[in-house]
């Protein structure tokens, strides 16, 4: 197993081709950026930020990084894994870009799952800078960068696998950076995902909406499947920390929220749908 980081990264102001020299990046129109002592990049620029401190705060990341480490999300993780590792040879050497990274978990999960013989380069992004100095700390292997799905720094065809976990697609970006036969993954809530929460912090919960998705332009359908599992979350803080990192948080009311807040214990569902596209033929 060979874990690298993966080097094909642009510059966000010029599109051109970045290359690392000691801590900096550095394109061929001089444009810099420097490398965090924690090891990561700030490839978002000001110019294209929407507000001062997009994407989760401190707080929403750590929440989510206790909840993801007590193991409550590792059936998702390994489903995540068996996905992007179907059919591949002992000795497959591949690129995954997880746009929407968080603080790494399921990178870090999919990383541990390669076989002896099997090489991966990373690159993980997010637009919030908190998460991405969380992923920096817990694993220097991987390209950590700050950045945003509208306009990924990433070469176009360089990519293998790109996840897409609970995010925000943007399918034009996500067909450019693919190459040719490469696969898209992206997974998302089904219907009943942790219902019993949300009719705990909600009046009444809305019709959900029709789930097949069409396949954006550029891509094939590759198969989907959906996950199912029950859990029991314990204890005041890690049903707070599952609430923090849902929008749930931010969407409920004032009473929906100390209604949360008053639990010890719930039993939840949790159920996800994998789909996967396949970029068609480039060209």
């Not at 390669?114 to 908190?130: F, P, R």
Request: proline fraction near 6%; charge should be positive; aromatic fraction near 8%.
């Amino acid at each position: 197993m060979v874990v690298t980081p993966f080097s094909f990264l642009v510059c966000p102001l010029d599109g051109g081709s970045l290359q690392r020299q000691g801590a900096t990046w550095r394109c061929p129109a001089g444009h810099c950026f420097d490398v965090a002592s924690q090891d990561y990049v700030n490839l978002l620029p000001v110019q294209k930020k929407r507000s001062l401190d997009p994407g989760d705060s401190k707080d929403m990341v750590a929440a989510r990084r206790r909840f993801l480490d007590a193991g409550f999300y590792q059936p998702i993780a390994a489903a995540v894994n068996r996905l992007v590792l179907a059919d591949q040879p002992a000795n497959a050497s591949l690129s995954c870009l997880d746009a929407g990274c968080g603080e790494g978990y399921y990178l870090r999960q999919l990383a541990a799952a390669l076989g002896a013989g099997q090489s991966l380069a990373i690159l993980g992004l997010d637009i919030s800078k908190w998460a991405v100095l969380a992923a920096a700390k817990r694993d220097k292997r991987p390209n950590w960068v700050v950045g945003s799905n509208a306009n990924l720094p990433v070469l176009a065809g360089t990519i293998d696998r790109l996840l897409c976990m609970f995010g925000f697609p943007v399918y034009p970006e996500f067909a450019r950076v693919l190459k040719s036969g490469g696969l898209l993954l992206q997974v998302d809530t089904g219907p009943d995902h942790l219902r019993e929460l949300r009719e705990i912090i909600y009046p009444a919960l809305k019709p959900e909406r029709s789930r097949v998705m069409p396949a954006p332009g550029g891509f094939a359908h590759a198969g989907s499947e959906s996950l199912r599992y029950n859990l029991k979350v314990s204890g005041a803080e890690p049903i707070a920390d599952l609430l923090a990192m849902t929008p749930h948080l931010y969407r409920a009311t004032a009473e929906g929220r100390a209604r949360a807040a008053a639990l010890t214990e719930i039993a939840l569902t949790v159920d996800v749908r994998l789909t996967g596209f396949v970029r068609t033929t480039v060209g």
